[in-house]
């Protein structure tokens, strides 16, 4: 059962442009949404996050867009530059009242290149 | 601050040997938490250790596990290689006061022959 649905799996945008990638989820309980950036040969660099509580959060050229009733958050990528060239993956994991948290489950990623 | 790392970073071992990998979180973090990755599957989460304690498990099968230390660090062992275990494993760590803010090592890559 995939929890976290990410589309589309690649995407190809010209220097300047917006990137949109968009990930679905379906477990209700999942309160705190991150986003990773992987280059090749690295581990997924944490990239900005939302919780359920705001539907907007943006951070230099990123924002992530969050959709309480659709189960749906997105990931904008402003003024896309030639090294934003990677693989980005959504997550989602359920925070624990007393601290801690569930693993964190991952979308399929997209592998996003930004055209010069 | 030093990243997470992780040792070594590419290991090639034969199907029915058993592996093990370790990480070192960044300093002051108590959570370590392991991850699977493969081009079919995905990033999966395998568990996580936090004062020495098993916190959580992901849904692997018991030839997977792992422990830590009292310094924080991690190890993860897989017993019986399987071809299927080939992957890149990744440990992450986190703060005590923000788990969820997870740090990501480079991985290990390991190879079943």
């Known amino acids: 059962q995939q929890q976290v649905k990410q589309s589309p799996q690649s995407l190809i945008v010209q220097k300047g442009g917006i990137s949109i990638i968009n990930c679905a989820y379906e477990?209700?309980?999942?309160?705190?949404f991150p986003w990773y950036q992987q280059f090749p040969g690295k581990g997924p660099a944490l990239l900005i996050a939302?919780?359920?509580?705001?539907s907007e959060k943006k951070e230099g050229r990123f924002t992530i867009s969050f959709n309480k009733s659709a189960k749906q958050f997105s990931l904008h990528i402003m003024d896309s530059q030639p090294g934003d060239s990677a693989t980005y993956f959504c997550?989602?994991?359920?925070?624990?009242?007393?601290?801690?948290?569930?693993?964190?489950?991952f979308g399929k990623g997209t592998h996003l290149i930004i055209q010069p | 601050k030093a990243g997470v790392t992780q040792t070594p970073r590419y290991l090639i071992k034969t199907r029915g040997q058993q592996v093990t990998l370790s990480c070192s979180p960044i300093?002051?973090?108590?959570?370590v938490s392991w991850y699977q990755q493969t081009p079919g599957q995905g990033l999966q989460f395998l568990f996580e250790?936090?004062?020495?304690?098993?916190?959580n498990k992901g849904n692997f099968p018991g030839r997977f596990s792992g422990r830590q230390f009292s310094n924080s660090r991690s190890e993860m062992n897989v017993s019986t290689l399987e071809l299927g275990d080939s992957a890149l494993y990744l440990c992450?760590?986190?703060?005590?006061?923000?788990?969820?803010?997870?740090?990501f090592g480079p991985g290990t890559r390991l190879t079943v022959t």
């Open positions: 992450a760590s986190s703060s005590s006061i923000r788990t969820y803010e997870q740090y």
């Open positions: 477990n209700t309980a999942f309160d705190y």
């Open positions: 939302i919780r359920p509580d705001v």
């Open positions: 997550a989602a994991s359920n925070l624990y009242s007393g601290g801690g948290a569930d693993g964190l489950t």
């Open positions: 300093s002051g973090h108590r959570s």
């Open positions: 250790y936090f004062s020495e304690t098993q916190r």
